[in-house]
């Protein structure tokens, strides 16, 4: 179990992977208090332990490594973008191909890279705990035990799923242009769309997780506690409302249009 005082004065307290409470500083003046009425919460009333972050050089090496790839991978992937045209659903359609390869291709892609993608999650976030959701996501690993670890660690923890998507997507871009392969342009196209998706800040995707637990701010979007917040985070949410259209059009639109002109 952990208790710890955010910058706005709110207690954060966790318990093993459980979502953790938010108690206002009103409401608590003491850590003491604050987990006393935690403990009354259920799933809170046993303590229990979770993960910390890795130590040691092995981890400062990953770490460092992790940047790194963040760094080279988007680079990499914005050069392609301006050079080569940015991956919409018209890459799906592979030439001489049917339309059932195509599908089956982007199913396997989906599949592999959210795999990919939730191995970053794991290492970096330390938790091995993956739950299914199929309403909100199909797959996510548990991160709720990263709100008590220090800041650069937990943006580490949400970022190393669209850090892994990015080092991916570059690796397909660069197959597709060196062999001129028409079928990882598609899988780089299905990968593309899995990481635009992350934007929607309007709703509880990867990009809103980093933004809460960037500012430490865990009720950011729900309850901002002033004016400017309340701005900053309606003005997210449009972004988050603008990505989607941007993603209908990329990929739905476009691919009809690519279907009509085939
Ligand atoms: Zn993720």
Known sequence: MYCRKNSSGQWIIGNGNQSPVILSSAHCKSQFEAKKIAQTIDGFNIPLPEPTPGKGKIWFCMRFFLWISLALSSMLNIYYFFRYGFPSGRWWLVPHESILIDILLIAVVGVVSTAIHEFGHMVFGRSWTVSAQMLHRVISTNLNHVWAWPRIRRIEAISA?????????????????????????????????????????????????????ALDKPLFFNKPSNNSEHLLSVILRLFGYATDLFMIWQWPIVLTIGLLEA
Request: hydrophobic share 60%; aromatic share 12%.
């Open 161 to 213: 799923g669209l850090i892994f998507d990015s080092v991916l997507l570059s690796a397909l871009f660069a197959v597709q242009i060196i062999f001129d392969n028409a079928y990882a342009a598609s899988a780089a196209s299905t990968v593309c769309l899995r990481m635009v998706w992350q934007l929607g800040f309007h709703a509880i995707r990867d990009g809103r997780l980093l933004i809460v637990l």
